[in-house]
T-cell receptor, first 113, second 109 residues
């Protein structure tokens, strides 16, 4: 069965550094999402992306965050200048239509030192 | 904004027991999602339902739209069912998901 894949599985970065989290959504999917889960807390929506543009973003998704679909397969989340509070598990998800179940990747655990 | 509440937060049961996890939400929705989060952190979609009941193997999900309530049941529970079960609802009119806090289920052999 097709899967959403995320790389790396674990990223350790110094505070203030830029980080790029990568996702390969399922190939025929059109809607893409990033979520994050701070340790011990619930999963939170960050951003949704459709037709090469952001369709919705949360208050968390400030100017330090950006998303891109640089080619036909990858979907990336960039954090420009990381803070300690960016430490979390980041999940990518995709679906074929917005009213269909979302398929999640296994997540990237981001640790900011 | 939709508020999503789950109960219980933690549940420990013996293998074979019938399990029920509850989810309630505050604003009318188009569909509700049940997700499973493995100990390693990965998330798997179990069900998406907008009315009535769905069954997949030993898992059953029900929803009552009028009461804004859904339940996830596991029959003949097994240690491999141990995970965090999360309900999530879309904001009305779009598919941004709002998540509950999850129910940590532990099944003891």
């Amino acid at each position: 069965e097709p899967e959403v894949t995320q790389t790396p599985s674990h990223q350790v970065t110094q505070m203030g550094q830029e980080v790029i989290l990568r996702c390969v959504p399922i190939s025929n999917h059109l809607y893409f999402y990033w979520y994050r889960q701070i340790l011990g807390q619930k999963v939170e929506f960050l951003v949704s992306f459709y037709n090469n543009e952001i369709s919705e973003k949360s208050e968390i998704f400030d100017d330090q965050f950006s998303v891109e679909r640089p080619d036909g397969s990858n979907f990336t989340l960039k954090i420009r200048s990381t803070k300690l509070e960016d430490s979390a598990m980041y999940f990518c998800a995709s679906n074929s239509y917005s009213n269909q179940p979302q398929h999640f990747g296994d997540g990237t655990r981001l640790s900011i030192l | 904004k939709n508020e999503v509440e789950q109960s219980p937060q933690n549940l420990t049961a013996q293998e074979g027991e019938f399990i029920t996890i509850n989810c309630s939400y505050s604003v009318g929705i188009s569909a509700l999602h049940w997700l499973q989060q493995h100990p390693g952190g990965g998330i798997v979609s179990l069900f998406m339902l907008s009315s009535g009941k769905k069954k997949h193997g030993r898992l059953i999900a029900t929803i009552n739209i009028q009461e804004k309530h859904s339940s996830l049941h596991i029959t003949a529970s097994h240690p491999r069912d141990s995970a965090v079960y999360i309900c999530a609802v879309p904001n009305f009119g779009n598919e941004k998901l709002t998540f509950g806090t999850g129910t940590r289920l532990t099944i003891i052999p």
